[in-house]
């Protein structure tokens, strides 16, 4: 423990603590100061308590900075590999943080927050530590969600200025983070222009406008095929709209649509954008994969040669036989290994280790033969799901257990917004959206406020300000598990081998990558499993380098013990 020197390292946090100020509206500084003081005692007097009780696990070492739990981790501070193997935040921007007190989440207030997220120093062990950030549509739109869009070239004003994300792009990347957008271009707003001319186009029978082809149509007496039309204004012909009226649908056959997405991506990748998320990529051309896995080939093969090291990730929310017709295009999130049934949850609750090693190296196949610079793209929650401290309890070992195993694992695993601090937020009964997107609950005076709609009652995270103070919090957790993964960086990049022990509830795998090799070992049982290196497969290894879950771990002797819902590392 090592409060005692605490009191001089707050003195200089305090003032250069920008942030606060910032979000508390410059109120008077004596009393701002108070108001820390009084914090940082409580903080103090919790971390006290916190880190006796918590198995941090070796390599760790726990003090207090400013009221948060610094958790460190051996060679985490080490310069990391410029690639695509990062860790991701999916930030729901209109709920993350309000920089103007309209209620309304905002860029500068991503921007506010950005030491919450990435400090820029890997040892100070102070920050979530993300990689990589995906903002939900920024641009203009009527609605909370903006995945309606009424003008791709510009930032909603309810978010802020192209200025505005600019210096959050150059914040990102001066602290090595790289930053995507997500663009929605299967349907556009029914308020954007363009929908506008190609309504006027039709009204008037201008088969000539390069309008009139811009939005999938059909006449009355086409087939509808399955999809969903609407009647277009003034005209007998019918508008494609499979997720609404207000959402028609681009036309993907027309040269100007075509060429103006390539204009559009390569606007914001001038901008600084290093990629994108791409929305409902499997309903480009509906009910037909091999049309719409080819367009994204193109689209992103020109993406490519504008900028090679781009980022992609796609939406193909379907079983991986579907989801993999568009590898060969796109990285996409795994939506069989997410959710309440998919196999990280199912795992992390006392479930078969050796199956989700399986799985991943069949994964890595796949991907790998598919195109070779695929990888595998975890995520256990995200803003059209449940989220994922519902289904497996914010306070109990199996979120952290599904943490462990889905971040330490290849590829660019994503994290949804709150879910570092286990927030809850689901559809339910009343089958809104908004309930996953709530405010995020800083603890601190943020006056984010929850989207339109949302009535979500079961609300019993403890806030981030709380959690920081708290070594044995499962923010904590979440900063020590990416500070690992930053600290092995064998996980994410290396030659995958899964380890087959007989018992199936202690299993993990070896990574090698340049060199290095480091093995991951996590026991989903209730109680503490030992076993030989030899018995594992894992002969070899020598040192347990960290251990992190519900228990502890320990190796001697050539014998490895790890505790209930707990993970060991070894070199
Ligand atoms: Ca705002
Ligand atoms: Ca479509």
Same mark, same amino acid.
């Given at each position: 423990?090592?409060?005692? #020197?605490?009191?001089?390292?707050?003195?200089?946090?305090?003032?250069?603590?920008?942030?606060?100020?910032?979000?508390?509206?410059?109120?008077?500084?004596?009393?701002?100061?108070?108001?820390?003081?009084?914090?940082?005692?409580?903080?103090?007097?919790?971390?006290?308590?916190?880190?006796?009780?918590?198995?941090?696990?070796?390599?760790?070492?726990?003090?207090?900075?400013?009221?948060?739990?610094?958790?460190?981790?051996?060679?985490?501070?080490?310069?990391?590999?410029?690639?695509?193997?990062?860790?991701?935040?999916?930030?729901?921007?209109?709920?993350?943080?309000?920089?103007?007190?309209?209620?309304?989440?905002?860029?500068?207030?991503?921007?506010?927050?950005?030491?919450?997220?990435?400090?820029?120093?890997?040892?100070?062990?102070?920050?979530?530590?993300?990689?990589?950030?995906?903002?939900?549509?920024? #641009?203009?739109?009527?609605?909370?969600?903006?995945?309606?869009?009424?003008?791709?070239?510009?930032?909603?004003?309810? #978010?802020?200025?192209?200025?505005?994300?600019?210096?959050?792009?150059?914040?990102?990347?001066?602290?090595?983070?790289?930053?995507?957008? /997500?663009?929605?271009?299967?349907? %556009?707003?029914?308020?954007?222009?363009?929908?506008?001319?190609?309504?006027?186009?039709?009204?008037?029978?201008?088969?000539?406008?390069?309008?009139?082809?811009?939005?999938?149509?059909?006449?009355?007496?086409?087939?509808?095929?399955?999809?969903?039309?609407?009647?277009?204004?003034?005209?007998?012909?019918?508008?494609? @709209?499979?997720?609404?009226?207000?959402?028609?649908?681009?036309?993907?056959?027309?040269?100007?649509?075509?060429?103006?997405?390539?204009?559009?991506?390569?606007?914001?990748?001038?901008?600084?954008?290093?990629?994108?998320?791409? /929305?409902?990529?499997?309903?480009?051309?509906?009910?037909?994969?091999?049309?719409?896995?080819?367009?994204?080939?193109?689209?992103?093969?020109?993406?490519? !040669?504008?900028?090679?090291?781009?980022?992609?990730?796609?939406?193909?929310?379907?079983?991986?036989?579907?989801?993999?017709?568009?590898?060969?295009?796109?990285?996409?999130? /795994?939506?069989?290994?997410?959710?309440?049934?998919?196999?990280?949850?199912?795992?992390?609750?006392?479930?078969?280790?050796?199956?989700?090693?399986?799985?991943?190296?069949?994964?890595?196949?796949?991907?790998?033969?598919?195109?070779?610079?695929?990888?595998?793209?975890?995520?256990?929650?995200?803003?059209?799901?449940?989220?994922?401290?519902?289904?497996?309890?914010?306070?109990?070992?199996?979120?952290?257990?599904?943490?462990?195993?889905?971040?330490?694992?290849?590829?660019?695993?994503?994290?949804?917004?709150? !879910?570092?601090?286990?927030?809850?937020?689901?559809?339910?009964?009343?089958?809104?959206?908004?309930?996953?997107?709530?405010?995020?609950?800083?603890?601190?005076?943020? %006056?984010?406020?929850?989207?339109?709609?949302?009535?979500?009652?079961?609300?019993? +995270?403890?806030?981030?300000? !709380? +959690?920081?103070? /708290?070594?044995?919090?499962?923010?904590?957790?979440?900063?020590?598990?990416?500070?690992?993964?930053?600290?092995?960086?064998?996980?994410?990049?290396?030659?995958? %081998?899964?380890?087959?022990?007989?018992?199936?509830?202690?299993?993990?795998?070896?990574?090698?990558?340049?060199?290095?090799?480091? @093995?991951?070992?996590?026991?989903?049982?209730?109680?503490?499993?030992?076993?030989?290196?030899?018995?594992?497969?894992?002969?070899?290894?020598?040192?347990?380098?960290? #251990?992190?879950?519900?228990? !502890?771990?320990?190796?001697?002797?050539?014998?490895? %013990?790890?505790?209930?819902?707990?993970?060991?590392?070894?070199?």
């Amino acid at each position: 423990m090592t409060a005692a #020197f605490l009191p001089a390292r707050t003195v200089t946090a305090l003032t250069s603590n920008v942030l606060f100020c910032t979000m508390t509206g410059g109120k008077d500084v004596t009393q701002m100061k108070k108001i820390i003081a009084a914090i940082l005692c409580a903080a103090v007097a919790l971390g006290l308590t916190a880190c006796v009780k918590t198995g941090t696990g070796a390599g760790g070492q726990d003090d207090f900075r400013n009221g948060e739990a610094v958790v460190r981790e051996k060679g985490a501070d080490a310069p990391a590999p410029d690639d695509n193997d990062r860790v991701f935040y999916e930030i729901f921007v209109g709920s993350f943080s309000d920089s103007d007190g309209d209620g309304i989440g905002d860029l500068r207030g991503i921007i506010n927050r950005m030491d919450y997220l990435n400090d820029g120093d890997p040892g100070s062990g102070l920050s979530l530590g993300i990689e990589g950030i995906w903002l939900t549509p920024i #641009f203009s739109s009527p609605s909370y969600h903006k995945y309606d869009v009424t003008d791709y070239r510009s930032v909603d004003p309810a #978010f802020g200025t192209a200025d505005d994300l600019k210096e959050l792009i150059a914040l990102c990347h001066e602290r090595g983070v790289k930053l995507i957008l /997500d663009l929605p271009i299967n349907h %556009t707003g029914r308020l954007n222009s363009l929908f506008a001319e190609f309504c006027a186009a039709h009204a008037a029978g201008d088969t000539l406008s390069p309008a009139y082809d811009r939005y999938s149509w059909r006449r009355p007496d086409d087939p509808a095929g399955g999809a969903v039309w609407e009647p277009i204004p003034g005209s007998v012909d019918y508008y494609e @709209c499979n997720f609404s009226p207000d959402m028609p649908e681009l036309n993907f056959d027309s040269e100007d649509v075509r060429n103006g997405l390539l204009d559009l991506a390569r606007f914001w990748l001038d901008l600084g954008a290093d990629g994108f998320r791409f /929305d409902a990529a499997k309903y480009v051309y509906y009910g037909d994969n091999d049309r719409s896995a080819d367009f994204w080939k193109w689209y992103i093969g020109r993406l490519r !040669e504008i900028k090679p090291d781009i980022y992609t990730v796609a939406e193909v929310w379907d079983i991986e036989s579907v989801a993999e017709r568009y590898i060969p295009a796109s990285n996409c999130f /795994d939506f069989t290994a997410a959710g309440q049934d998919g196999i990280i949850a199912r795992t992390a609750k006392g479930g078969n280790v050796n199956d989700f090693t399986a799985y991943t190296a069949r994964t890595l196949g796949r991907l790998k033969a598919l195109r070779a610079d695929a990888m595998p793209v975890y995520f256990i929650a995200n803003h059209d799901t449940d989220r994922a401290a519902g289904y497996l309890g914010a306070e109990s070992a199996d979120m952290r257990m599904a943490a462990n195993l889905y971040i330490l694992s290849p590829g660019s695993p994503f994290l949804y917004y709150g !879910e570092e601090l286990g927030m809850r937020g689901s559809r339910g009964a009343s089958a809104t959206d908004a309930n996953r997107r709530l405010a995020m609950p800083w603890g601190d005076g943020d %006056t984010v406020r929850d989207p339109e709609g949302a009535n979500y009652a079961n609300r019993t +995270q403890t806030s981030a300000a !709380e +959690q920081k103070g /708290d070594a044995g919090s499962l923010y904590s957790h979440y900063k020590r598990l990416l500070l690992l993964r930053r600290a092995n960086p064998e996980i994410a990049r290396g030659e995958y %081998t899964p380890l087959t022990p007989e018992g199936t509830k202690l299993g993990g795998f070896v990574s090698e990558w340049e060199g290095g090799r480091v @093995c991951v070992v996590h026991n989903t049982s209730g109680e503490s499993l030992s076993v030989s290196l030899a018995d594992l497969g894992a002969e070899g290894f020598e040192t347990l380098t960290a #251990f992190i879950g519900a228990g !502890e771990a320990s190796l001697a002797g050539g014998k490895l %013990t790890v505790g209930p819902q707990t993970t060991a590392i070894l070199r």
